[in-house]
């Protein structure tokens, strides 16, 4: 199994984080690490280095802190440049309607600067986009040049759809247990991956999550689809892999 989006970094693990980590390395193969604030940036470097070859850091100033951080910028995309051979991809960035439903024009060209900075380093996208899903597609489409991950997949069929088409991959996070309405019976198998969004979007409740939940993502789809647990798992990695050039 590979957690292919979860927070490492965040406070909510500062007091066990290494036991978290240890319960994933039982179970899991690979776990990813988006960066969201400036801080996040340096953290996810450190916490990749201490646990080389299982957990992979993803740079980026999501959308929010790309507005309220605005005057570092510069200072991300040249620390981003610096790492690119310690990252698997740019992310999360993208467009956020729900907390900034008045900034939509500053996050499209921020979102625009991102995709560019992606291209550059030749790093996949992992997207973010809340409320927004027929804008970020529209940017994308005309922007991305390189591999993109849906992250938190939300959108209805045809976005589903539209998002397979132009070979995206949707993630479906662990709170499909909750809400399966996103799911449809008829998935891409070979464009899905899984993650938890740890330590948000717990499975069954609102405590905090963790990536060895990532298993109850799985078991969903394969009762959704019709198909085993294994064959879900062993699809979802090989689809991460190729994702993020693991
Ligand atoms: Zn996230």
């Not at 690490?33 to 996040?40: Q, V």
């Not at 132009?166 to 709170?175: D, E, K, L, P, V």
Request: charged fraction near 25%.
């Amino acid at each position: 199994m590979i957690d292919t989006h979860c927070h490492l970094d965040v406070k909510q693990f500062n007091k066990d984080r290494d036991d978290v980590i240890e319960r994933a390395r039982q179970q899991l193969r690979y776990v990813i690490n988006p960066a969201t604030d400036f801080g996040s940036n340096i953290r996810v470097q450190q916490i990749q280095k201490q646990h080389r070859g299982f957990v992979f850091a993803c740079m980026a100033l999501d959308p929010v802190n790309f507005v309220k951080q605005q005057d570092r910028q510069n200072e991300f995309i040249e620390l981003a440049r610096q790492h690119s051979n310690d990252i698997v991809a740019i992310g999360e960035v993208g467009l956020d309607y729900y907390w900034l439903p008045d900034k939509k024009g500053v996050q499209q060209s921020n979102f625009i600067a991102m995709i560019e900075l992606a291209n550059e380093l030749k790093k996949t996208l992992v997207i973010h986009s809340r409320n927004a899903m027929e804008d970020a597609l529209e940017i994308l489409e005309r922007h991305a040049n390189t591999r993109v991950v849906m992250h938190c997949f939300s959108g209805n069929k045809t976005q589903m759809k539209r998002c397979w088409d132009s070979n995206y991959i949707t993630s479906f996070a662990t709170s499909i247990c909750r809400m399966g309405k996103v799911l449809s019976k008829s998935l891409d198998l070979d464009k899905i991956v899984v993650e938890t969004d740890s330590p948000y979007l717990n499975p069954v409740s609102t405590e905090r999550n963790e990536p060895v939940n990532v298993k109850y993502a799985i078991q969903k789809i394969a009762e959704k689809t019709g198909t085993t647990f294994e064959e879900i798992e062993a699809i979802t990695d090989k689809n991460a892999m190729r994702a993020f050039n693991l």
